[in-house]
């Protein structure tokens, strides 16, 4: 029904910055929130940041102040910026949509297949 495909991940060092990007596709009528989580090695999945259709942003703590999150309406996109990264941000990182399609008339989670960050020297 629908897929999301992440892009911009690899490898960077300390103090970098990497754009992460999140193309929805399929049966979509309309996309509601739209966030990014990551999982650590031997962590659980976390959330990192999550934006309403409206433009509205919340994040994680440990991101505050260096990653923004943003959308494209026109094209089904969320992006993640990420500035001054840390060995701490190294993860896979998830991009997930609430997505109402023309089959279902309310929103339903769909998940990426995660990209992998890595932040070392």
């Known amino acids: 029904q629908v897929q999301l495909v992440e892009s911009g991940g690899g490898l960077v060092q300390p103090g970098g910055s990497l754009r992460l990007s999140c193309a929805a596709s399929g049966s979509i009528f309309s996309i509601y929130d739209l966030g990014w989580h990551r999982q650590a090695p031997g962590k659980q999945r976390e959330l990192v940041a999550v934006?309403?259709?409206?433009?509205?942003?919340n994040y994680a703590d440990s991101v505050k102040g260096r990653f923004t999150i943003s959308r494209d309406n026109t094209k089904n996109t969320v992006y993640l910026q990420m500035n001054s990264l840390k060995p701490e941000d190294t993860a896979v990182y998830y991009c997930?949509?609430?997505?109402?399609?023309?089959?279902?008339?309310?929103?339903?989670?769909?998940w990426g297949q995660g990209t992998q960050v890595t932040v070392s020297s």
């Open positions: 934006i309403t259709r409206a433009g509205s942003t």
């Open positions: 997930n949509a609430d997505v109402v399609t023309y089959s279902r008339s309310f929103p339903r989670a769909y």
